[in-house]
């Protein structure tokens, strides 16, 4: 069974920093595309930053520069170190898995698993 946990979040004033952790059992993260996601209250689920089986990496427009994902393949482990935070940044973040490829990499439908989410705050 595949499960997914987020962890990491929490509440920082603007400027600051946040380390996520999407720790995964039952799948192997070095073999398949990951996600991050993020949704605001009110708003619908958007895609952040996916990292290819070959290491490639891919941001949205407005984290370019602020945040990395990056993995520990031998913890089985995805990471976003996120910089520079702002109040628009603060949603709820989801790690998701996809077994194979990353073809279509921000779409949410290409992704087989979810993490429960962990919220991030920023306050200005």
């Known amino acids: 069974q595949v499960q997914l946990v987020e962890s990491g979040g929490g509440s920082v004033q603007a400027g600051g920093s946040l380390r996520l952790s999407c720790a995964a059992s039952?799948?192997?993260?070095?073999?398949?595309?990951m996600g991050w996601f993020r949704q605001a209250a009110g708003k619908q689920r958007e895609w952040v930053s996916s990292m290819t089986t070959s290491t490639f990496t891919f941001y949205t427009d407005s984290v370019k520069g602020r945040f990395t994902i990056s993995k520990d393949n031998a913890k089985n482990t995805l990471y976003l170190q996120m910089n520079s935070l702002r109040p628009e940044d603060a949603a709820m973040y989801y790690c998701a898995a996809r077994v194979g490829a990353c073809a279509g990499y921000q779409l949410r439908s290409i992704y087989d698993y979810w993490g429960q989410g962990t919220q991030v705050t920023v306050s200005s």
């Open positions: 039952g799948y192997s993260i070095d073999d398949n595309c």
